[in-house]
């Protein structure tokens, strides 16, 4: 009986020598698992940052040209609102003259289609 209780300690024994093994070897593959998982992520983050990189420099390139013609048609709107300006200063006088003359100059005469009823 001895030896049979003996059988059962070494076989006791060699359980929990497995079960620490197993337990070591999920220890290490969830390790790796994890550094993996962390070396994917940098990669990804590294990965993205270079696309936007590439991206804003692509969107400054396109509104770099975009703002050359805003700046362009500012330039063209402050040319003609000047021109404006001028002729503004130049004819005003004479505009409000011939629009009073219009006012003021009252010649009474008979409509072109008034019939006369008689």
């Not at 001895?2 to 620490?20: F, H, P, Y």
């Amino acid at each position: 009986m001895a030896s049979q209780s003996q059988g059962i300690q070494q076989l006791l024994q060699a359980e929990k020598r497995a079960a620490e093994k197993d337990a070591e070897a999920r220890k290490r593959k969830n390790k790796r698992l994890k550094q993996a998982k962390e070396e994917a992520q940098a990669e990804i983050e590294q990965y993205r940052m270079q696309r936007e990189k590439e991206f804003k420099t692509k969107e400054a390139a396109a509104l770099g040209s975009h703002g050359n013609s805003a700046v362009e048609v500012d330039k063209e709107t402050v040319g003609k609102m000047g021109s404006i300006q001028t002729s503004y200063q130049q004819n005003r006088e004479a505009v409000l003259g011939n629009l009073l003359k219009m006012v003021c100059d009252i010649k009474p005469e008979i409509h072109v289609n008034y019939r006369f009823a008689g």
